[in-house]
């Protein structure tokens, strides 16, 4: 059972999901910098500009690198994968080192630990939208390049929220100790 990995063990793997979310980021980056976008892929995913984005697109199309933004797309699963692995082993060796000081708090993080993967999934949903508006680029339905920058948004306040709420509820939980009514 997950809750009784050890720390170590659970630092570890947390350390080989950060590596795969830097390795998926640095390829997703790279494969992004072939395509000769117009823009930044910041800018490409949160901008919610039908004609905009097919502008971008018949940029890509004219230079021959529409396919290397396919490409950029599913190399982005590594980076997805990677940041799935981060936010729940993170939460996980969290509960783990409270499990004594603090095992409300303990119990806690273990139940929200898979919801932390919420990021990644909007990740995979903004994906999904734009590999469907790279299929048909210059006759997708304006509601896609809507929903697109929607989860794209989505997926930035899940990723601030991750990485901010779970290190700070920890810390705190850690400073507490035993939660309340709880006897030392």
Request: proline share 5%; net charge positive; aromatic share 8%.
């Amino acid at each position: 059972m997950i809750r009784n990995l050890p720390a170590p063990v659970l630092a570890m793997l947390l350390a080989a999901a950060v590596g795969l979310s830097a390795f998926g980021q640095i390829l997703l980056q790279s494969t992004f910098r072939q395509t000769r976008h117009p823009v930044s892929l910041f800018r490409a995913n949160t901008t919610a500009d039908p004609a905009l984005i097919r502008d971008w697109y018949a940029t890509l199309q004219a230079q021959g690198t529409l396919n290397r933004m396919i490409a950029t797309e599913i190399t982005d699963l590594i980076w997805i994968a990677g940041l799935a692995a981060t936010a729940i082993l993170m939460t996980l060796l969290a509960a783990r080192l409270l499990r004594r000081r603090n095992p409300a708090a303990s119990n806690r993080l273990y139940r929200i630990a898979p919801y932390t993967a919420l990021a990644p999934a909007l990740d995979l949903v903004e994906n999904t939208f734009s590999l469907a508006m790279l299929s048909d680029p210059t006759g997708f339905p304006d509601a896609f390049a809507h929903l697109h920058a929607a989860a794209s948004w989505a997926k930035l306040a899940a990723i601030g929220t991750v990485a901010t709420a779970i290190p700070a509820y920890a810390t705190c939980a850690a400073i507490r100790g035993k939660g309340a009514g709880e006897k030392s």
